[in-house]
């Protein structure tokens, strides 16, 4: 089968064990699947969008509602944005949308939402991004402004700390603190291989102010995400003499943006991927996160970040079946989805703040990434029941 064979493809060396994890986490649901595969949403909006716009945005390249999460930025401070950028690129701020409205859809299917509740949020959330880019102000998502389930969001963060952080993430054993491979969150490596990871890594601990006087516990391989999931990554547990803390970093392969299909714009030329997912995401953050560096271990190249308790996302069941929660979710996301592509307008050659504001002012486009984002939900539908069978 056609389907079967580009799921294949693009998951071609996967190792088994996650193979099977892999598989199983795409099975449990239409959303699951969808956040899965985003290179089949870029082929198809490739396929089935024709209107041929000059408007250049930078966009995350998989801005699908549960790509939205919270961490500490550089000041030490915690706010709500984009946090995933592992697929973006310069192409159509259609596209974007696009993969935002679909995902809504998706979700709404599962919780069996009405027609006209739905229909009304696809029309407040494109009112909501449309609306924010003609303000022109790029704002933020932060706990002293926050309102309703963001409130309620934000207030559970206050009650993390790291110390049941790495409690939860970790094991005693024969008085040493290792990380708990249960198959969970985390797998067990081979010695050999956490030596090369602490030698690798040692020049980097050692130039960065943050990790001072840091040493390596142990080493494991990070079993997160959905879409990367299979990709090499890795999570590292570091003791600061210094502060006398735990930290955790996760380590994470890049590859090359799946959303290449949908632009022929020329593109800013990077180092490496792992420059291009931090520089997009320093671009459209408001505040990026605290530490978060491109970094060659071997010959592939990584980003390497610190493991926040504050790091966390609105999950779709979260809502159980109530959709009018989640639509005054979506209808936020939309506006920091706006304020991303205001904030990196213009740099690296995409379209200008002036552009973007006059490209939000017609309705045309905003009929038809409606009505295709419609059409895109019904594929992931069908893709999901031949992928299950």
Same mark, same amino acid.
């Given at each position: ?10 998951? @071609?060396?996967?190792? /088994?064990? &996650?193979?099977?994890?892999?598989? +199983? *986490?795409?099975?449990?649901?239409? #959303? ?101 880019? @003609?303000?022109?102000? /790029?704002? &933020?998502?932060?706990?002293?402004? +926050? *309102?309703?389930?963001?409130?309620? #969001? ?101 590859? @090359?943006?799946?959303?290449?299909? &949908? ?5 800013? *030329? ?120």
């Amino acid at each position: 089968m056609a389907l079967i064979k580009k799921i294949n493809q693009y998951n @071609t060396g996967i190792p /088994a064990a &996650l193979h099977d994890i892999k598989w +199983a *986490k795409m099975r449990k649901s239409p #959303f699951d699947f969808y956040r899965a595969t985003c290179f089949l949403f870029a082929d198809d909006f490739a396929k089935y969008y024709k209107t041929k716009t000059k408007i250049k945005s930078w966009i995350c390249g998989d801005a699908h509602l549960e790509n939205f999460g919270s961490y500490k930025g550089q000041d030490r401070q915690i706010y709500f944005d984009l946090n995933d950028f592992d697929e973006a690129i310069i192409a159509s701020p259609e596209a974007e949308i696009a993969r935002f409205l679909t995902s809504v859809l998706v979700a709404a299917a599962q919780m069996n939402a009405p027609y006209v509740k739905l229909h009304k949020a696809l029309h407040d959330i494109m009112e909501a991004y449309t609306g924010a880019i @003609t303000a022109r102000k /790029a704002m &933020l998502m932060q706990p002293a402004i +926050a *309102k309703g389930e963001f409130r309620h #969001f934000f207030e559970s963060m206050s009650t993390l700390d790291r110390n049941s952080f790495i409690q939860q993430r970790t094991k005693k054993q024969k008085g040493t603190l290792l990380i708990n491979t249960d198959g969970t969150r985390y797998s067990p490596l081979d010695e050999a291989r956490k030596l090369e990871l602490y030698e690798s890594l040692a020049p980097l601990l050692k130039a960065h102010p943050a990790f001072a006087e840091m040493v390596f516990e142990d080493a494991a391989f990070r079993i997160a995400g959905t879409g990367s999931l299979g990709l090499n990554r890795y999570a590292a547990l570091l003791f600061s003499r210094k502060k006398g803390k735990h930290y955790m970093l996760d380590i994470k392969a890049t590859r @090359t943006s799946c959303n290449s299909v &949908l632009t022929t714009f020329k593109q800013p *030329k990077f180092k490496n991927e792992a420059e291009r997912i931090i520089s997009a995401g320093y671009l459209m953050q408001y505040s990026a996160p605290a530490f978060m560096v491109p970094y060659k271990i071997a010959d592939q190249w990584y980003v390497v970040k610190e493991l926040q308790p504050t790091n966390d996302k609105i999950a779709v069941s979260t809502f159980n079946s109530d959709f009018s929660r989640l639509a005054e979710v979506v209808i936020e996301m939309a506006k920091l989805l706006a304020y991303a592509h205001l904030r990196s307008s213009g740099n690296f050659g995409a379209s200008t703040a002036d552009e973007l504001v006059k490209f939000a002012g017609k309705k045309q486009w905003q009929k038809d990434v409606i009505e295709l984002s419609g059409t895109l939900a019904k594929k992931n539908d069908q893709y999901y029941k031949t992928f299950s069978k």
